[in-house]
């Protein structure tokens, strides 16, 4: 099957778009034969988003219709329905139907997952995953969530809620979520949030800290930005680790800008998860190898694994 496949992957503030011609699917050196990212304004909204996708596909494009589209999205998706539940970071996205307005604006079919799965199936097929049946992938970033696969296929529990690992509490004690509990892993090693709490501590504008400056601070010795830094990686780890208790990964595979805190982060995140999981379930934590492409790569795979495009 000839033809362009188009990935989009919706961002919590930046938005990607890439084209790779289906005939270079099984190639080991397949690249992508044109790619955007571009940075939300501000004020953003589900509207202004898809607008600047749509912009962003055509002109990739430039004029050729893609013979599919895979979407990644930052937040619930009803993956059998292909509609947007809500974004937990640009407004109004709730019960969007982004499956149906992406076929409608392109005439092609179009398949549609939350991020992390979406990531998940990208690095189990191209990337850190490749040879594993079962592993967990996670980003953190913006936010922090998960994604399965489970015996060589994604798994997305009973409403497509499984893997929602950044909601899950490790500190019942610790400071409140977005969500509204205590302690949530995402409150604790998301970079916005790792940022919000570094500049609260030093008196701080909250636009004047961000969680790469907070990676910067802290492996220059700056004891606010190490607490905040260290508190994040090992809430990171125990959530791992109760989650390899469930349901025995072989691998987990960590990928977003905050696993790019230094060597001293992924020790903590290493340590904790391994002493929170019980001695006789194994497993390795390793870096994502598709980058901030991860989504994009995974919504190819999409594709692939739902039988939407044949590989040759």
Request: glycine share 14%; aromatic share 6%; proline share 4%.
């Given at each position: 099957?000839?033809?362009?496949?188009?990935?989009?992957?919706?961002?919590?503030?930046?938005?990607?778009?890439?084209?790779?011609?289906?005939?270079?699917?099984?190639?080991?050196?397949?690249?992508?034969?044109?790619?955007?990212?571009?940075?939300?304004?501000?004020?953003?909204?589900?509207?202004?988003?898809?607008?600047?996708?749509?912009?962003?596909?055509?002109?990739?494009?430039?004029?050729?219709?893609?013979?599919?589209?895979?979407?990644?999205?930052?937040?619930?998706?009803?993956?059998?329905?292909?509609?947007?539940?809500?974004?937990?970071?640009?407004?109004?996205?709730?019960?969007?139907?982004?499956?149906?307005?992406?076929?409608?604006?392109?005439?092609?079919?179009v398949g549609v997952d939350n991020d992390a799965n979406v990531a998940a199936l990208g690095e189990w097929r191209f990337g850190a995953?490749?040879?594993?049946?079962?592993?967990?992938?996670?980003?953190?970033?913006?936010?922090?969530?998960?994604?399965?696969?489970?015996?060589?296929?994604?798994?997305?529990?009973?409403s497509g809620m499984a893997g929602e690992i950044g909601h899950t509490v490790v500190d019942p004690s610790g400071p409140v979520c977005?969500?509204?509990?205590?302690?949530?892993?995402?409150?604790?090693?998301?970079?916005?949030?790792?940022?919000?709490?570094?500049?609260?501590?030093?008196?701080?504008?909250?636009?004047?800290?961000?969680?790469?400056?907070?990676?910067?601070?802290?492996?220059?010795?700056?004891?606010?930005?190490?607490?905040?830094?260290?508190?994040?990686?090992?809430?990171?780890?125990?959530?791992?680790?109760?989650?390899?208790?469930?349901?025995?990964?072989?691998?987990?595979?960590?990928?977003?800008?905050?696993?790019?805190?230094?060597?001293?982060?992924?020790?903590?995140?290493?340590?904790?998860?391994?002493?929170?999981?019980?001695?006789?379930?194994?497993?390795?934590?390793?870096?994502?190898?598709?980058?901030?492409?991860?989504?994009?790569?995974?919504?190819?795979?999409?594709?692939?694994?739902?039988?939407?495009?044949?590989?040759?």
């Amino acid at each position: 099957m000839a033809g362009l496949i188009l990935a989009c992957d919706f961002g919590g503030t930046k938005l990607s778009a890439a084209v790779l011609g289906a005939e270079s699917l099984d190639r080991s050196d397949a690249a992508w034969q044109g790619h955007l990212r571009r940075f939300a304004p501000l004020g953003a909204s589900a509207q202004t988003d898809i607008e600047m996708m749509v912009a962003m596909g055509r002109e990739l494009l430039a004029g050729e219709r893609p013979s599919h589209i895979g979407i990644s999205f930052g937040g619930p998706v009803d993956y059998k329905s292909g509609v947007v539940r809500l974004s937990h970071h640009v407004p109004d996205w709730e019960n969007v139907p982004i499956q149906q307005l992406f076929a409608e604006a392109f005439g092609a079919p179009v398949g549609v997952d939350n991020d992390a799965n979406v990531a998940a199936l990208g690095e189990w097929r191209f990337g850190a995953g490749r040879g594993v049946a079962d592993l967990l992938y996670v980003t953190v970033s913006t936010g922090v969530g998960g994604g399965w696969i489970l015996d060589g296929r994604p798994y997305r529990g009973a409403s497509g809620m499984a893997g929602e690992i950044g909601h899950t509490v490790v500190d019942p004690s610790g400071p409140v979520c977005l969500c509204g509990k205590r302690g949530c892993v995402e409150r604790l090693a998301s970079g916005p949030y790792m940022a919000q709490d570094v500049a609260e501590a030093r008196g701080l504008s909250l636009e004047a800290v961000t969680g790469k400056l907070v990676a910067e601070w802290a492996a220059a010795g700056e004891e606010t930005a190490v607490s905040i830094l260290e508190r994040g990686a090992k809430g990171l780890g125990v959530g791992l680790g109760n989650a390899a208790n469930l349901l025995n990964p072989s691998r987990i595979v960590l990928g977003g800008g905050v696993t790019k805190s230094g060597a001293r982060w992924w020790q903590l995140v290493r340590q904790a998860a391994h002493e929170t999981a019980l001695p006789e379930v194994q497993f390795d934590i390793v870096p994502a190898q598709l980058g901030d492409d991860a989504p994009l790569w995974g919504a190819v795979a999409l594709a692939l694994l739902e039988g939407t495009v044949e590989s040759h």
